[in-house]
């Protein structure tokens, strides 16, 4: 059996000296989609902040594509950030910069130097997400769902072997909430491995996949018929 993409043990969460969820244990393997559900405060935001590097694992053990959270180095992150796909509730991109320039920054940031392999990669990722025709437009121009069709292109510029998906649709309408939902299946269906923490049970009820939760400090995989809180 293929390594897991990510691994915890009895991994505690914090914010700053506040111990948020306690003793996670969770595996996910290469092909998974998770939803992570909870409520406003229960600790999502801080669960995924402590996969991505933003927030220091101090107890326990944690394997995230290759890199061990405990001991992960400063220097490390941009690296651990290679391998993950992250997408915001606020989508987080450059908003007076056009979509091409948006993608580009990243891979010129990571280390893509050849004009002719970043054209065809960022051309490649729009297409995935049904944005090529609008390449030239400014961030801003944009509508929400389009802006977060680029984010999830941006997340997809280096392969990532994870995507770690904190409330994607949060900012969006009812509508396009299931749009982008469409979007994020066909990328699983097409080999990735999500992790998506929502508070959208209409999403939830539509697509089916497995569900972790976090309650009272802890964090546990449910069935699928979770109720609306
Ligand atoms: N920067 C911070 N400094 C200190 N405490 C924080 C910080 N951010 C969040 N917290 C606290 O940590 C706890 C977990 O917050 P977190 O944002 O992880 O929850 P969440 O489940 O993602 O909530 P939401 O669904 O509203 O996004 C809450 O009690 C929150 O008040």
């Keep these: 059996m ?14 700053r000296d506040n111990l948020v969820i306690s003793n996670v244990n969770l595996t996910i393997n290469k092909g998974d989609f998770y939803y992570l559900i909870g409520k406003t405060g229960s600790g999502k935001s801080s669960l995924m902040k402590t996969l991505y590097g933003d927030i220091r694992l101090q107890s326990g053990t944690g394997m995230i594509v290759d890199f061990d959270l405990k001991d992960l180095k400063d220097k490390e992150i941009p690296f651990l950030r290679r391998k993950i796909g992250i997408v915001f509730q606020d989508f987080k991109l450059l908003n007076d910069t056009t979509v091409f320039g948006n993608l580009e920054f990243v891979l010129k940031a990571t280390g893509w ?11 490649e990722v729009l297409e995935k997400v049904g944005m090529q025709s609008q390449y030239y437009k400014m961030a801003f121009e ?6 977060q069709r ?3 292109a941006r997340a997809l510029l280096n392969d990532p072997e994870l995507i770690l998906a904190d409330e994607p649709t949060g900012n969006l309408d009812p509508k396009t909430s299931l749009e982008v939902m469409h979007l994020l299946n066909e990328i699983h269906k097409s080999g990735k491995t ?6 959208d049970y209409q999403l939830i009820v539509k697509f089916k996949h497995k569900t972790l939760k976090v309650e009272a400090g802890e964090l546990f995989e449910v069935s699928q018929q979770v109720k609306s809180e």
């Design 2 to 15: 293929e390594k897991p993409v990510l691994h915890l043990e009895n991994a505690d969460i914090y914010q």
């Design 142 to 147: 944009l509508s929400g769902g389009e802006q």
């Design 194 to 199: 999500i992790l998506m923490a929502t508070h």
């Design 113 to 123: 130097k050849n004009k002719v392999e970043i054209k065809q990669k960022i051309n």
């Design 150 to 152: 680029v984010a999830i």
